[in-house]
């Protein structure tokens, strides 16, 4: 026989063996490798499914979380225009009640400043009377107190006084 062919002992031997472990290999570890593969390939599904549900539910809290933003966004703007018009009603109250206690204010100044102007005539009409009367005293040579306030020039001549100064303010 020839180098390049075989003898049939030992072809046959390896055969035999080729045959035994392919049949050992294909009913015992293939099988058991296709379980493993499977149970990997189920559990990598598994985590998929459950990544997916995890990122839906993720998407649905973010969601809500910008609903819940939306919403606090628009109260605080709603809180910060409500006490813009509190803050804008306090000035105008205080505003109009500044206004009232000056026109009181004024009021009662006008008031004293009258009541004073009267107690200041009253007073300047005594003094001009004893003074143009004791000048007048003094002119004539005698005391004149007793016909000056018997008489009323002096009377007439302060009347036409103020007469004159309202004509004046006109």
Do not use: N, W
């Not at 997916?52 to 966004?73: C, F, K, S």
């Not at 004024?106 to 400043?113: D, G, K, S, V, W």
């Not at 004791?134 to 103020?162: I, M, N, T």
């Amino acid at each position: 026989m020839g180098i390049l062919i075989p003898r049939l002992a030992p072809s046959l031997v390896c055969v035999l063996t080729f045959a035994v472990i392919f049949f050992s290999l294909s009913r015992i570890l293939l099988p058991r490798i296709d379980d493993v593969l499977a149970e990997r390939r189920d559990a990598i599904d598994g985590q998929r499914e459950q990544a997916e549900r995890a990122a839906i539910e993720a998407g649905e809290v973010l969601a809500m979380y910008r609903e819940e933003l939306a919403d606090a966004r628009h109260e605080a703007a709603r809180l910060r225009q409500e006490a813009l018009e509190q803050g804008a009603r306090l000035i105008a109250e205080m505003r109009a009640e500044a206004l009232r206690e000056r026109e009181a204010m004024i009021t009662e100044a006008q008031a004293r400043l009258a009541t004073d102007r009267e107690t200041a005539k009253t007073e300047l009409h005594g003094v001009v009377v004893s003074l143009a009367t004791e000048l007048a005293g003094r002119v004539v040579g005698e005391s004149l107190d007793g016909v000056v306030r018997e008489s009323d020039v002096v009377d007439r001549f302060f009347a036409d006084l103020d007469d004159r100064s309202a004509a004046r303010l006109r």
